[in-house]
């Protein structure tokens, strides 16, 4: 299976803002996509969901609506999740995952770090 790319992670200060992209080696048109995170000790969560359609579900971490939105470029096979007013809780591995249907995929890209601090 294809898996994603993810990128644009890095170390940023409390309040600050950084643009995550997760690019897929094949079209990403027939998927649903999420963004997770999982932080150091911590499970995997699911971070926000980006319909084919382009509109977010409403399901999610609460503790980052407001802050980060999720958008996706068919045409570039991306995804991306803009990150604003950051903060040290933030701090995690960020990955894509694809969803056909209702089917998640069981596939893992490397992830991109994020690092909140002053």
């Known amino acids: 299976q294809a898996q994603f790319v993810e990128s644009g992670g890095g170390l940023v200060q409390p309040g600050g803002s950084l643009r995550l992209s997760c690019t897929l080696s094949?079209?990403?048109?027939?998927?649903?996509v999420a963004w997770y995170r999982q932080a150091p000790g911590k499970q995997r969560e699911l971070v926000l969901v980006?319909?084919?359609?382009?509109?977010?579900?409403?399901y999610g971490l609460d503790s980052v609506k407001g802050r980060f939105a999720i958008s996706r470029d068919n045409a570039k096979n991306t995804v991306y999740l803009q990150m604003n007013n950051l903060k040290p809780e933030d701090t995690a591995v960020y990955y894509c995952r694809k969803r056909w249907g209702s089917v998640w995929s069981d596939v893992w890209g490397q992830g991109t770090q994020v690092t909140v601090s002053s």
């Open positions: 980006i319909s084919i359609g382009g509109s977010t579900y409403p």
């Open positions: 094949e079209s990403i048109n027939k998927y649903d």
